[in-house]
Every structure is written in structure tokens, then in C-alpha cells.
């Protein structure tokens, strides 16, 4: 169909007939990796890697239009059933959802109260959920740290002199790490920097003080962990099955035990997920209590120890609508251990249009499925410039600064139904990097309609100003 710049993207989430029954799920002793077919998409279906599917239709404010829904709702007998029901319902009739601020934990909303006289990153905290100071920490390229005061008004990079392992560790537990991974120097350029002060206080940015000098030009390197290096390393062009260790921050949510979105650890505590997995009208989907994290598995028959959510942070300019700022921060009631997490990007890193990156998910995987996939799946896909998606022949203006898009235009590799939240990532200097949460998009493998992402990079102060926040 024809788009018209004052549409709203295709949403995603489907509508389905409520008086029919959900298709039941294929024999697992019929399927087998070889069976399933390469991550091609040409139409959308929705998938369910459990006892049943459920299969939906967009209802647009302007057209009835198909699409892909990123997510998927699953049903099993008595009370899922219900909860699947009411999904259906709110989202079949086009509900808005909001773009307050949703910070979760149990039924409680929490708001942050700054008082008249707050001042941003001078190491004080005057904000009662502390955003006057969750800004002010930084990296750049080579994982430069960078910083800034209520002094200085811009990030600078910090000056290696004096700097130790509590420091590091410190610095690291502030952005939201159990602790510091590495510490290196780096050659500097620049004419001014943070220089440690005599005490080490809370914050970073309260420890130091501008100074236009740093002994031979020497500045900080800091990694809070190790990142993007899986163990297995072998990928196979066009779509297959990920092989164990591939992909090991590759995340499954569970709602009240089924597949319904993906997600990326970034930190032993935090996963990175998409905002549409948490309809607001759902209070069951907003309970931290209702969602399951299996983390590193390639197969849902074959599902590692779970964890728990604390709470579940949704980035208060979420627009349901537009799908701008899709993106969702969950925290976990335990670290992650022994599973590496993929890198976040670092402020101005990017990667070229036509570079070939990575997304991976248990969505569904051919024309026509009624079920999701059981394995996890992987498909090579290209970032797409802005500019050539917001084409009238593509997306005709939708796409926007927090988006990005990825796939093929001629059509095939793409995401699809189940996969949303999960992971496109990108790969620099050995390390593959989280480039885009898979969020939205029309149809699944369409010529001219390429999978759409969150852009990471341009949500990166979102994301590090939660972790802040949230830091265990």
C-alpha cells in the first residue's frame, strides 16, 4: 500500500478473529534444524514457539493494512487464554498507549521530583530518582572516558593521572556495572581535561576539576566489562540456525511462560528490550512479576534457569503511535553470570549504510507459519540509510532520528512476529555492537519495506541515564 507522511506506521501488534482458536502447535518430533526454513519473510504471520499461536490483524486509524508484528501474544489453556483475549481486544481496537513515563516496579509508578535549586553534574544528587546526575558520564571513541561538571558545561576526556582499580571500579559501579573489566591510556588531542581531585567522592563528575593540562597528553580508556566476543564465531550468509555460543546475549522473555518478545543483555543486571512488549492498557504486561529472562539458549525446548525482572523502565517519550523511542530497559533481580553481553555503543560511533550486521530471534521463519521458531534464528541484513528509507517508495517520511533500517529492499532477510526487542548488532575492531532493538515494520521480507530498529546510538544517554538509576 501507498504511505502517506501523516500516517502512523504499521503497528505491531495483529488482530485476530476471537471466535476462532488458536492453530495448534506442530508435532516436535517432526521438527528437526534442518526443517526449518532460511529467515524469509515474504508476509506477515505471527509465532509462538509453545502450545499454541496467535494470529493477528492491524486495524490502522486511517487503513486496515498487514504488516509484521514484532511481538507475539500466547495463549495456553485457562487463565493465558484470558490474558491473550484482552490483549487482542485493546490492541485490535488501535489503543493508545501513552508516552508518560513508565518506571515499574510492582504496581507503583515513580516519578522524579527536582527541587528549584538543582544543578546538573556537580556531584550532588538534588533530583529524587537522581537525573540531575545520571547525564554526565560518557564514552568515546576507544572507549575514552569522558565527563562533565556543572563546571565545565561539555564532556572532557579524564586524565590518566592517578587513576587506580577502585576508581575504576567505582566509576564503572556508578554506570550501572558490578565493576571495572579493563583500564588502558589513550594518546589525547584535546587542549582541556577533567584531572582527579584529591578526594573521590560518589560520582565521577564530583572527583574532578578542569584543567588545561594532563601530564603526556595521557587520558583514561575504561571498560565496565568485557563484551561482543562470543566463542563461536562461524556465520552462514542469508538466514539459519544459530549455533550455541553465537550469540550469547541474545535474550527470550517469557510472559507467564511463553515467548513473547526478545531482548539484549548489556550488563550483567540490565537487558535492552523493545517498549511495544509492554502495552500500557495490559496492567498484566506492566508487572514485573508476569515476565521470565532465559538468557543465552538457542533452543525454547531447552531453556536454562531463569531470572526474575525487578522492574521494568519504558522510555517516558515512547509514542505508540510513531513507534519513536522504542525501547524498554529491563533490570534483573540477580547478575548475569559466565554470559558475555553485547557492547553498547560508544557516543558518535557509527556504521556506514550497506554495512552487513546481524539480527537474531525465535520469530516466525517462512511464508504462510502459523508457529514461531524453535531454534533461534540468525539472518544477515544491511543498514539502509535514513534518507533511502524515508523514500515515498519505502516508508515515505516515517523513519525517524531514533530509528534505523535494515534488510533487503529487494525483500527476504528480515525480522518478523516474535522477534521485537531482540538484537541487531554490528561489528568494529572484533567486537559486535548493539546497533538497533527490532521494533517495527511492514510486512516481513517485503520489497520496499525493510525491518525497522531503534537506533541505539541516538538512545545511548537514555539508556546509561537508566543504568545510573538503577544501578544494583
Known sequence: MEYRQTDAPPS????MNQNTSPPSYPSLQVLSATQIQPYYIPQPTPQIPAPCVVETISTQRRHVLSYKSKRCCYGG??????????????????????????????????????TPSSVNCDGKRDCSRGSDESRCVRFGTANELQVMTSKAGSFLPVCAQGWSKSIADQ????????????????????????????????????????????????????????????????????????????????ASLHFRGYHTCG????????????????PQEISDYLLPSNWQVYIGMVSQLKLPSSYNVKKITIHENYDPDTKNNDIALLILNRPVSNIQPACLPVFGQTFSPGSKCWTTGFG?????????????????????????????????????ETMQCAGDLMGGKDSCQGDSGGPLVCK?????????????GDGCGKKNHPGVYSNVGRLLTWIHGKMQQERP
Request: hydrophobic share 40%.
Open 77 to 114: 489453556s485457562g487463565g493465558s487464554a484470558f490474558v491473550v483475549v484482552l490483549l487482542i481486544i485493546a490492541v485490535g481496537l488501535g489503543v493508545h498507549y501513552g508516552s508518560s513515563l513508565w518506571t515499574l516496579s510492582g504496581k507503583d509508578k515513580e516519578t522524579d521530583i527536582c
Open 12 to 15: 505491531y501488534d495483529s488482530v
Open 364 to 400: 516466525v521463519t517462512s511464508k504462510g507459519s502459523d508457529s514461531g521458531s524453535i531454534f533461534l534464528m540468525e539472518v544477515a541484513v544491511d543498514l539502509i540509510d535514513l534518507a533511502v528509507c524515508n523514500k515515498p517508495t519505502v516508508y515515505n517520511g516515517l523513519i525517524t
Open 171 to 250: 566509576t564503572c559501579q556508578q554506570l550501572g556495572f558490578r565493576q571495572s573489566y579493563a583500564v588502558d591510556v589513550l594518546q589525547s588531542s584535546s587542549s582541556a581535561f577533567q584531572s582527579l581531585n584529591s578526594r573521590f567522592s560518589n560520582t565521577i563528575q564530583g572527583s574532578v576539576n578542569i584543567s588545561s593540562s594532563c601530564p603526556l597528553q595521557q587520558t583514561v580508556s575504561l571498560w565496565c566489562c568485557d563484551c561482543g566476543r562470543p566463542p563461536v564465531s562461524t556465520r552462514i550468509i542469508g538466514g539459519a540456525v544459530a549455533a550455541e555460543g553465537q550469540w550469547p546475549w541474545q
Open 428 to 440: 568494529a575492531d572484533d567486537r559486535w555492537y548493539l546497533t538497533g532493538v527490532t521494533s517495527w
Open 263 to 278: 531482548g539484549t543483555l548489556v550488563a550483567p543486571d540490565f537487558i535492552i528490550t523493545a517498549a511495544h512488549c509492554f
